[in-house]
């Protein structure tokens, strides 16, 4: 069976730091490009960072410089670390690979 489950989501003051994890079964993701989406109450799903299988990375504007999309080959997981977050980084975060979408992990930055 070919999915992907993310975990790591969480209820926390703004500043902190948290790491999101999207763990693959069914397939491989070093042979595949890999995003994390997000969605926030009433807007559209959004792109926050790529990681194509060639290694290059992508990231939207809002997140660069705070959020990094990371690779373990060996436990077919990738990452998501989220530094310095901001209440607007409050969204249902998803993992996308493979024409597969995981069932997405919750992010709530709130004082």
């Known amino acids: 069976q070919v999915q992907l489950v993310e975990s790591g989501g969480d209820l926390a003051q703004p500043g902190g730091s948290l790491r999101l994890s999207c763990t693959a079964s069914g397939f491989t993701f070093s042979n595949n490009d890999v995003a994390w989406y997000r969605q926030a109450p009433g807007k559209e799903r959004e792109s926050v960072a790529h990681?194509?299988?060639?290694?290059?990375?992508y990231y939207t504007n809002a997140v660069k410089g705070r959020f990094t999309i990371s690779r373990d080959n060996a436990e077919n997981t990738v990452y998501l670390q989220m530094k310095n977050r901001k209440p607007e980084d409050t969204a249902l975060y998803y993992c996308?690979?493979?024409?597969?979408w995981g069932q997405g992990t919750q992010v709530i930055v709130s004082s």
């Open positions: 990681s194509n299988s060639g290694g290059n990375t």
């Open positions: 996308h690979a493979n024409v597969v």
